[in-house]
Structures are given as C-alpha cells and as structure tokens.
C-alpha cells in the first residue's frame, strides 16, 4: 500500500465558532494556535473562555511547536465519507509542548502496519473552503505525519 498522502476529494471541515476560530485558520501562517492559560501558563484545548485548572479567563490563544506522540489510533475502513477513501488512520495525539492536550485528527503518510502509539509525528496544513465559497468558512485542518527526520 502507497503511504504517499495525497488529498482527498472531500471532507466534512470544521464550522470555526468566535471561540475556536483562531485554532482551525492559524494553518494559514502554518501556526497550531492552541489556547493558553496567561496565569498558570499551561495549555489548554479545545479552546474556551476559561483555564479549566486554574478558572483564570486570561486565556489567549499561542503557537506551539507543531511537534506530537500518537498516543492511541484506530483504522478507519469504512467508507463513510464519499471522497475521503478508506483505509485511512484516526489518531489521537498528544502536543510536545503540553502532553495534556490531545487533538482528534488524522495520520497520514505511514503505512498500516508502521502506525504505532508512541510515534512522532508533526502537524501541517490542509486548507478547505465550503463548496459556498464563503471566506467566514475557510479552515485549515491540522493533520499529522512522521516527522520528517
Ligand atoms: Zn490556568
């Protein structure tokens, strides 16, 4: 099976909310933009009006390195999706910056039997506008590959 990642035809993209818009559009800087606590100074997701630990509404939004550990994954091989062919890997990972935070996303770039828990992997950026063409719609998915080295 080829483990070059190519982009699918479709996917069902995210309706960025005041609230997490910040972290689905900071792909077009090719910044992971998570939500940080300004008091306690961890970070925090998904992004909300308050820390969560310490109940501090300092919270604003900052870059993180983009670097992740895969800490638990399944193999998607239903087509559910039209466009978006199965078998494809669901991940969850966990940041470097902040192993607390874990993100749903995909991994992509690696064969079935080389998807493992404990592998490195780094985000990039996948952009998708509505078939509206409406701008307020724009995302840029955070996806994961092995980090390249
Ligand atoms: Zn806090």
Redesign the pocket.
């Given at each position: 099976m080829s483990t070059t990642y190519s982009r699918p035809q479709f996917r069902l993209a995210p309706t960025p909310t005041s609230e997490s818009r910040d972290f689905w559009t900071g792909g077009a800087r090719g910044e992971l933009l998570i939500a940080r606590?300004r008091?306690?100074?961890?970070f925090f997701h998904p992004p909300g009006p308050a820390?969560f630990?310490?109940?501090?509404t300092n919270?604003a939004p900052e870059p993180v390195s983009g670097l992740a550990t895969v800490a638990a994954y399944t193999v998607n091989r239903q087509p559910w999706i039209p466009g978006l062919e199965p078998p494809y890997i669901v991940a969850m990972v966990e940041l470097d910056d902040e192993p607390d935070v874990r993100l749903i996303t995909n991994v992509v770039n690696v064969s079935l039997d080389d998807i493992a828990v404990g592998l490195p992997v780094e985000v990039f950026f996948e952009d998708w506008t509505d078939p509206s063409g409406d701008e307020d719609t724009r995302v840029w998915l955070p996806l994961f590959r092995p980090r390249s080295a």
């Open positions: 606590c008091d306690c100074r961890r820390c630990r310490c109940r501090s919270v």
